[in-house]
């Protein structure tokens, strides 16, 4: 791990130790380097309030790949297992990343930079099933349609009360369904899938 990323990850974690009680908006650099126990003039030059909260994504997504899959589960289900281990991985920081979520709501730049967040965590999490190629459609509108998917599913882990995940599982199931059919019509339409088995057996 670089310096820098070892820096946002302890200032991600502090700040949203902190945000559980503080709104996001209200939290200060000093506070966040005194509860990371780190000089404040380490965050200089490379982690303000912003990179931050930008970092809250990939420091997740990487809760994706700490599990392996396995090949006897189907791509959907690989997907749903990798992507249930980030909303996990998250549920220690609830109360700080609902701040943090709120905060972004209101801010135009983090709402800009979302999609391209979203399409990470895609990515990563394809990776972490191990489909991460061109099998069954492009790999980047995989990314897209599995982006808005975590999206769908990050909105209703956002409105759990119960802790057992039932609201967020059912939208990811839904998505990824739904996802899985939209990939099925376009194999269908476009023969997709039969051009790159042709190309194999080539």
Not at 127 to 149: E, F, M, Q, T
Request: aromatic share 6%.
């Amino acid at each position: 791990m670089t310096r820098q990323a070892g820096i946002l990850d302890k200032g991600l974690v502090a700040a949203l130790e902190l945000a559980a009680e503080t709104p996001w908006a209200d939290l200060t650099l000093s506070a966040i380097a005194r509860q990371a126990e780190l000089d404040l003039s380490e965050f200089h030059g490379l982690a303000g309030k912003d990179e931050l909260a930008a970092h809250a994504d990939p420091y997740f997504d990487r809760a994706m790949s700490e599990e392996g899959v396995s090949s006897d589960e189907s791509p959907r289900e690989r997907l749903f297992d990798v992507i249930m281990l980030r909303f996990e991985a998250m549920e220690a920081f609830r109360p700080g990343l609902i701040s943090l979520m709120k905060h972004r709501d209101r801010t135009p730049a983090q709402l800009l930079a979302l999609p391209l967040a979203r399409k990470r965590s895609a990515d990563w999490a394809l990776v972490s099933a191990g489909l991460d190629n061109r099998s069954g459609a492009p790999a980047g509108l995989k990314a897209v349609a599995i982006g808005y998917v975590i999206d769908k599913a990050e909105r209703a882990w956002r409105r759990e009360t119960s802790g057992d995940f039932a609201l967020t599982m059912a939208a990811l199931d839904k998505g990824l369904r739904d996802a899985e059919d939209r990939m099925e019509q376009l194999q269908r339409f476009t023969g997709w899938g039969k051009t790159r088995a042709g190309e194999h057996c080539r």
